[in-house]
């Protein structure tokens, strides 16, 4: 959310929308969770549609007027929205120009033609880790399917060693590190400083990959000794170029908007001065709207005209590449009006009350929440979100640091234990060709051990810093 749209929410604050007591919001709370995984699960309901019947649910339960329960929704769904939606959008682009010319495969040919059979699980996981930053995960998947069952089949590798570590750089990426929506989500939702959030969440976010990728490959491997299916590989999108990227151009375009973000923290703390022309410099320029903009700009000419990319099908690519987000907007959206029902509700308040008297800290309380939420939906999002939204009151008196570390908190729990009501599950199974039970040793697992290393070291951050 912008600087100035946080300014007018302030000035003019949503009216709480109930004066329940703290038993009945609680059951208001279940009540409209139970509703939201319910329909999920059971019905197979979209996630937006849940979502935004859930929030009526909460307010009904919570004793409140329909009519200030609807504008809570909508005041919550629209400043999301504006806080995130168009830095989604921008994402997808800079995604959809990287695989459509070729840059992604670059980067993937490159390193691995570097890498010898005993670091290829390391080659993979620095792959997934440079390639997820600006894809959505399914994008990622898809894009390095393909490349994760080649090597497999050529080198005769088992396909865990190789496919582990390319499915937990993508997973640590899209839980722990904007511009992925459930980062940016709750970066918005507990106004947290996003350079620093991107800082310490490549903190944590490498030797969490290193645990869960490479060094479990070699258990998991064990685990569930399998083979590449003997099964088509998709068509890769580069083989239809003539020419494509270079390996420099490509890793350039990927690392600029995470450069500027980082360098504008980096400014922010050296000179720690608003009125300084160099931090009034740095703060435009590495603020996440011109970071990923001046990305997607600059992509269209080291990634598209390198591919012999037209005007036209630069155009197309665009376009094509925003279409599949609507869905992601929309249960964005709903997530934050589902979020500020929460809080209007007093149900953040409540927990902040009911927090004092309790001895767990506030970041594994967060972690604890997106964890439940987690297991009950199955998707991430939706855990960050909601999670964010119960515990934003309990960033009013964090230090920036603390605030940031309290949404990778949130992150790190909103990814634990994926299993049969996760869309990524069954991408994963049917992809590698594993039983049920296979993919629970395999991936659910990963799953795990990610968001309890990166939520322990989020702790053992707090207790440093």
């Known amino acids: 959310m912008t ?19 703290h038993a009945q919001l609680g059951i208001a709370v279940l009540a409209g969770i139970a509703v939201i995984v319910l329909l999920i699960t059971k ?14 649910a909460l307010g009904a339960f919570a004793g409140a007027p329909l009519d200030k329960t609807i504008t809570s929704f909508t005041t919550g769904l629209g400043s999301t929205v504006a806080g995130v939606g168009v830095l989604i959008a921008l994402g ?5 120009l990287l695989a459509d010319s070729g840059g992604a495969d670059q980067i993937v040919d490159t390193i691995l033609a570097k890498a010898g059979p005993r670091s290829m699980p390391w080659a993979m996981v620095l792959i997934a880790s440079v390639i997820g930053l600006p894809l959505f995960f ?7 399917i393909p490349v994760v069952l080649m090597v497999a089949k050529r080198g005769n590798y088992s396909l865990m060693r190789i496919g582990i570590p390319a499915l937990a750089g993508l997973s640590v990426m899209h839980g722990l590190i904007p511009p992925h929506p459930g980062p940016l989500v709750a970066v918005d939702a ?20 290193i645990i869960a990728g490479p060094l479990f490959s070699k ?4 685990w569930v000794d399998v083979q590449a299916p003997d099964r088509m590989l998709p068509e890769r999108p580069s083989e239809e170029l ?3 990227p270079g390996f420099g151009a490509t890793l350039a375009t990927i690392l600029l908007p995470v450069v500027l973000m980082l360098s504008k923290a980096l400014v922010d703390v050296i000179i720690d001065d608003p009125e300084h022309s160099v931090q009034r410099v740095f703060d435009v320029i590495g603020s996440p709207l011109i970071a990923l903009l001046a990305a997607v700009i600059v992509g269209m000419f080291t990634l598209g005209r390198p591919a012999g990319f037209t005007r036209e ?13 609507a869905g992601i907007l929309l249960i964005v959206g709903a997530g934050g009006g589902f979020k500020q029902t929460l809080i209007d509700s007093g149900v953040g308040q409540m927990i902040l009350d009911i927090s004092k008297d309790w001895s767990i800290p506030a970041l594994l309380l967060a972690w604890l929440i997106a964890v439940a939420i987690r297991l009950a939906t199955g998707s991430a999002t939706v855990a960050t979100i909601s999670a964010a939204g119960l515990v934003a009151p309990l960033a009013a008196d964090m230090s920036t640091t603390h605030t940031a570390l309290l949404v990778l908190a949130i992150g790190a729990g909103s990814v634990f234990f994926s299993h049969v009501n996760d869309a990524g599950f069954w991408l994963v199974k049917e992809y590698f060709g594993l039983s049920v039970g296979q993919t629970l040793k395999t991936w659910s697992v990963m799953e795990t051990i990610i968001s309890v290393v990166a939520g322990g070291l989020v702790l053992l951050l707090s207790l440093i810093i």
């Not at 350079?195 to 990959?209: D, E």
């Open 313 to 325: 099908r630069l155009s197309t690519t665009v376009e094509k590449g925003l279409m599949p987000i």
């Open 138 to 144: 399914e994008v990622g998947i898809v894009l390095l």
């Open 92 to 96: 997808a682009i800079l995604g959809k």
């Open 3 to 21: 600087r100035l749209s946080v300014e007018m929410l302030a000035a003019d604050p949503v009216e709480p929308i109930t004066s329940a007591g």
């Open 43 to 56: 019905f197979k309901m979209h996630a937006f549609l849940a979502l935004t019947i859930g929030s009526l």
């Open 242 to 244: 003539e020419s494509r």
């Open 190 to 209: 507990v106004k947290a400083n996003l350079g620093l959030t991107l800082a310490l969440g490549v903190l944590v976010a490498i030797p969490t990959v």
């Open 219 to 222: 258990v998991a491997a064990r």
